[in-house]
């Protein structure tokens, strides 16, 4: 079986930052695009950013330029470096992982438990 697992959410003041990491493990034999989305309290899930697996990224307008995304594919780990956070990026986090496992015919996307953050004085 494959999990994902996150880490490294927590709380913070506004104008801070946090690094959350996301590790995939178990039966994987190769991962697409990784991604992070975010969900606060009563509203759907968004897309904070995605990378693929050549390392192009993509993110929504209202992190642009305070969040940056990478990933490890070594490791099979991807971080989610944020800066400069506001009242409004408090959410929880979840990590997704478009991947293949050894056993799958087709690739799906596997989730984690997610990471609550929250930005406030």
């Known amino acids: 079986q494959v999990q994902l697992v996150e880490s490294g959410g927590g709380w913070v003041q506004p104008g801070g930052s946090l690094r959350l990491s996301c590790a995939a493990s178990?039966?994987?034999?190769?991962?697409?695009?990784m991604a992070w989305y975010r969900q606060a309290p009563g509203k759907q899930r968004d897309l904070v950013a995605s990378?693929?697996?050549?390392?192009?990224?993509n993110y929504a307008d209202s992190v642009k330029g305070r969040f940056t995304l990478s990933r490890d594919n070594t490791k099979n780990t991807t971080h989610l470096q944020m800066n400069n956070l506001e009242p409004n990026d408090t959410a929880v986090y979840y990590c997704?992982?478009?991947?293949?496992?050894?056993?799958?015919?087709?690739?799906?996307?596997?989730w984690g438990q997610g990471t609550q953050v929250a930005v406030s004085s």
């Open positions: 997704s992982a478009d991947l293949w496992s050894y056993t799958s015919r087709r690739s799906y996307d596997c």
């Open positions: 178990g039966n994987i034999r190769s991962i697409n695009a």
């Open positions: 990378i693929t697996g050549g390392g192009r990224t």
